[in-house]
């Protein structure tokens, strides 16, 4: 299983703005219908007001890089443009019993 903690820092003020452009575009949605994917969902953090933390849980690398190719993970790469100053991430490999 692939884990990713993608942690995207917002132009001050906007990160509720984000939250609401993904889920009006459907983003948030399309990839939880993804094959392989077992969870995507967005955090507001307690700490920083402009920070949003995405956790992203897939079955496998195979239905990661097909994720990476779908027609809404671009529309989130624009819409990360007029809302996000700075993104980072973590990928984790987590080996199942």
């Known amino acids: 299983m692939i884990l990713l903690h993608v942690t ?7 990160a509720e703005n984000f939250i ?7 983003i948030d949605q399309a990839t ?3 094959q392989g994917c077992l969870q995507y ?3 507001y953090t307690a700490q920083a007001e402009d920070s949003i933390l995405l956790v992203e849980r897939w079955a496998d690398d195979d239905s990661l890089k097909a994720h990476t190719c ?14 996000v100053l ?4 973590k990928k984790f490999v987590v080996q199942e019993p």
């Open 8 to 14: 995207y820092t917002t132009k001050p003020g906007e």
């Open 20 to 26: 609401r452009a993904i889920e009006a575009a459907g």
């Open 32 to 34: 939880r219908a993804e």
């Open 41 to 43: 969902d967005y955090f």
């Open 70 to 83: 779908a027609p809404h993970f671009g529309q989130l790469g624009e819409m990360k443009g007029q809302y």
């Open 86 to 89: 700075e993104t980072s991430m």
